[in-house]
């Protein structure tokens, strides 16, 4: 019988690692009972392992017992690695044995799925260096500086690359659990789940949720200030040649730096700041989408809805009927 191998880290976590380990744990229990029942054998065998005994969370108000040592496993079929406590550095320091096992058993044939900021755990084994890797949108930044080798896919709820998934943020590790059910059952019992559980299948993007704050840890004094113009600026169209130019910076070396620092080119960070404020006058406000487009600076409603739908993988009136149900039934 195969295995899938639940870990329980150590160290101070919250409730979302929790939540990630029981949810986990029981739906693929479900996909199992749902595969017995159309008269096969169990597939899987499914054990939480750790390091210590006992985790407990919360300040002791929750605690997790694992089944196994991670160091009593000598292979496995797939290990899952849940959220992490938000202090990255801690955690990952305090799961290095953790971190040696995971890369060893991935030696061994094991695959890998990381959920929401679990991929910290995943990266610092090395494993995802040039490969490409999702994690909570507001880990973002954190992430990137981190570890500059991986490629975060950050808009993303699922990446799957060469036996490792990862997932964005939060419960969107439920997603990633009905995705992994398809994987190692079949689609019929991924869609039972589905249905029992009451997941969305195939939701690719986290885009809808996220918040734009802008990369601002990177250290570079004059793409902070071009950033800080760039908000200030909302209402207005801006050249990269103009901005390059307000900062002594020949235009190449101008855009190499910005990317370099923000992950973002210049217009792409203008476009992010300006549909982010556009998402926030669509939940809170009445205004109708012409209005929201002409007070973040477009004039061209066929272009904003192009970028809109870009950044956040919905149209600006599906946005507002999504977030703002009173605005939406004002026609535009």
Not at 161 to 182: C, D, K, M, P, Q
Not at 202 to 214: E, H, L
Not at 277 to 305: C, H, I, P, Q, W
């Amino acid at each position: 019988m195969k295995h899938i191998t639940i870990l329980v880290p150590d160290g101070d976590n919250t409730l979302s690692t929790v939540a990630c380990i029981v949810g986990t744990y029981e739906i693929f229990a479900r996909a199992n009972a749902f595969w017995v029942s159309q008269g096969r054998k169990d597939l899987y065998t499914i054990e939480l392992a750790g390091l210590s005994k006992k985790t407990e969370f919360e300040n002791g108000m929750f605690a997790v017992k694992p089944e196994i040592n991670i160091t009593s496993i000598e292979k496995t079929g797939l290990i899952v690695i849940p959220s992490m406590n938000r202090d990255y550095k801690k955690a990952t320091s305090k799961n290095q044995p953790l971190i040696d096992w995971i890369s060893k058993q991935y030696i061994n044939g094991a695959e890998i799925a990381s959920m929401c900021t679990g991929a910290f755990i995943l990266a610092s084994s090395g494993l995802l260096d040039g490969r490409n890797c999702s994690t909570h949108w507001s880990a973002a930044d954190t992430f990137r500086n981190m570890f500059p080798k991986v490629l975060l896919k950050a808009d993303q709820v699922i990446t799957d690359e060469h036996g490792i998934y990862t997932n964005g943020g939060a419960y969107s590790f439920l997603n990633l659990v009905i995705y992994l059910v398809e994987k190692y059952f079949d689609r019929p019992t991924a869609i039972y789940c589905s249905k029992i559980f009451q997941i969305e299948m195939d939701r690719q993007s986290q885009s809808p949720f996220s918040i734009f704050t802008g990369q601002k840890l990177h250290g570079d004094e004059m793409v902070q200030k071009a950033q800080a113009y760039i908000e200030s600026k909302l209402h207005e169209k801006i050249s990269v040649e103009d901005l390059s130019t307000r900062f002594a910076v020949g235009r190449r070396n101008f855009d190499r730096r910005f990317i370099k620092a923000t992950g973002n080119t210049p217009i792409e960070y203008s476009q992010r700041v300006k549909i982010e404020s556009a998402k926030k006058s669509l939940e809170s406000t009445r205004k109708t989408v012409n209005e929201v487009m002409y007070e973040v600076g477009y004039s061209d409603v066929k272009a904003f809805r192009e970028v809109f739908k870009k950044v956040t993988g919905m149209s600006p009136v599906e946005y507002r009927g999504k977030y703002n149900k009173d605005a939406a039934l004002k026609i535009m």
